[in-house]
Nanobody, 121 residues
């Protein structure tokens, strides 16, 4: 089993903030780029943000300027700081390893349970 445990979700009003955490194994953290995904009801899972081993980051246009992905090497944990949340950000958020070798980001491991984020108007 691959250990990828998400936490930190909750319910907030529009304009609020949340910080999500993704605890990983040391081997995954050191050798794999990481990503946050989300899935809203009735929609497919979508890529939100990625961070490489060298800490290069990319974001979906819908969250650019509001979300920040980072990683803490001492804890083998990735984070997603979400500011100025809107109801459109509602969904289950997942973390996963990601590869770019196919020319576009692709998940590497099985999906965990994710963490629920609910943003009210």
């Amino acid at each position: 089993q691959v250990q990828l445990v998400e936490s930190g979700g909750g319910s907030v009003q529009a304009g609020g903030s949340l910080r999500l955490s993704c605890a990983t194994s040391t081997s995954i953290f050191r050798g794999t780029s990481l990503a946050w995904y989300r899935q809203a009801p009735g929609k497919q899972r979508e890529l939100v943000a990625t961070i490489t081993i060298s800490d290069s980051t990319n974001y979906a246009n819908s969250v650019k300027g509001r979300f920040t992905i980072s990683r803490d090497k001492s804890k083998s944990t990735a984070y997603l700081r979400m500011n100025n949340l809107t109801p459109e950000d509602t969904g289950v958020y997942y973390c996963n390893g990601v590869t770019f070798r196919s020319g576009r980001p692709a998940s590497l491991f099985s999906w965990g349970q994710g963490t629920q984020v609910t943003v009210s108007s």
